[in-house]
């Protein structure tokens, strides 16, 4: 498998997993791990590193859920707010 094609198909489990409103409760069957880091300048590196903890781990996923959360939140506001908003205001 190319690293193309690896990278497609990460992406795509990721983005399914994030549009996926049916989440499970039990997240321990649907664990993914992966092993590679995307960098802010598209270049990719293989996490080797037995001794990486959990701690850090979390603070990166944290960081990055973050970001996406917010990007796709601001997004979500700009197009639905006025929506919402109108619709609350007409049936005060």
Avoid: C
Wanted: proline content about 2%.
């Amino acid at each position: 498998m190319s690293n193309d094609q690896s990278i497609k198909e990460t992406l795509d489990v990721i983005r399914r997993a994030l549009e996926d409103d049916d989440s499970p409760l039990d997240l321990k069957e649907d664990l993914l791990i992966l092993n590679r880091k995307v960098n802010d300048d598209g270049t990719i590196n293989i996490i080797n590193n037995d001794s990486i903890n959990k701690e850090d781990v979390r603070k990166i996923l944290d960081e990055k859920i973050n970001q996406i959360l917010e990007k796709h939140f601001d997004q979500w506001l700009e197009k639905k707010l006025p929506y919402y908003i109108k619709n609350y205001l007409e049936k005060k």
